[in-house]
């Protein structure tokens, strides 16, 4: 079983993504991570190294593929990036068996997750005036857009609005436990009720 979590910049596929591998009891992976450690580089200087985004996603995809080889992602939850239904990615995820979900919030809601990297991709701390967070909230619903006809090529998409991580990650486990498995010629996992208990690239 793989399960393949993609959505915009900060929308919370890290943090959902990991939380859900724990509760299928299955690997996690961070593709942008992965990629670093193919690349010996930060994200940021490897697409400095490109033309165009599209370019860079062709090369980046061959961590994706370096990835699925290992027997340790047989089975696991692995984070894309926004444009993981695009480009060299899709060329890849299309020879591998596993559902596609598309994590879904509103654009004010993503706002409060932005996190910001340095060069080297470590974090950095940055408070945004009113005018900034104005800013940043119309790229992000320039990214949504951008973004929306690829994610029609998701199995599924979640509606985390107002959801903690928690609640965002049982959301998408009962996705997962629905027809779905069925129709992809997978096994179907049981759920289980759980008690309830947010970086741009």
């Given amino acids: 079983m793989r399960v393949f979590l993609t959505g915009v910049s900060c929308v919370g596929k890290t943090t959902t993504g990991r939380r859900?591998?724990?509760?299928?009891?299955?690997?996690?992976?961070?593709l942008d991570e992965e990629i670093e450690s193919f690349f010996g580089t930060s994200i940021e200087r490897l697409q400095s190294r490109f033309i165009?985004?599209?370019?860079?996603?062709?090369?980046a995809a061959k961590a994706l593929t370096r990835l699925l080889c290992w027997p340790a992602a047989r089975e696991c939850?692995?984070?894309l990036p926004p444009s993981g239904l695009m480009?060299?990615?899709?060329?890849?995820?299309?020879?591998?068996?596993?559902?596609?979900?598309v994590l879904r919030d509103l654009p004010e809601g993503i706002l409060e997750r932005l996190v910001f990297y340095d060069v080297y991709s470590r974090p950095?701390?940055?408070?945004?005036?009113?005018?900034e967070k104005r800013l940043y909230l119309r790229e992000i619903k320039k990214d949504i857009t951008y973004f929306r006809n690829s994610y029609?090529?998701?199995?599924?998409?979640?509606?985390?609005?107002?959801?903690?991580?928690?609640?965002?990650?049982?959301?998408?486990?009962?996705?997962?436990g629905g027809d779905l498995w069925q129709r992809s010629g997978l096994?179907?996992?049981?759920?289980?009720?759980?008690?309830?208990?947010?970086?741009?690239?």
């Fill in 152 to 176: 029609k090529r998701a199995n599924l998409q979640v509606d985390i609005s107002g959801l903690d991580v928690d609640e965002a990650a049982q959301r998408a486990l009962r996705g997962l």
């Fill in 77 to 79: 939850v692995i984070a």
């Fill in 52 to 59: 165009t985004m599209h370019s860079f996603r062709g090369e």
């Fill in 187 to 201: 096994r179907a996992i049981r759920t289980t009720r759980l008690s309830r208990r947010p970086k741009p690239r």
């Fill in 20 to 30: 859900l591998s724990e509760l299928l009891d299955l690997r996690f992976f961070d």
């Fill in 87 to 101: 480009g060299g990615y899709l060329r890849v995820l299309k020879k591998s068996p596993g559902i596609r979900i």
């Fill in 124 to 131: 950095i701390e940055k408070s945004l005036t009113a005018a």
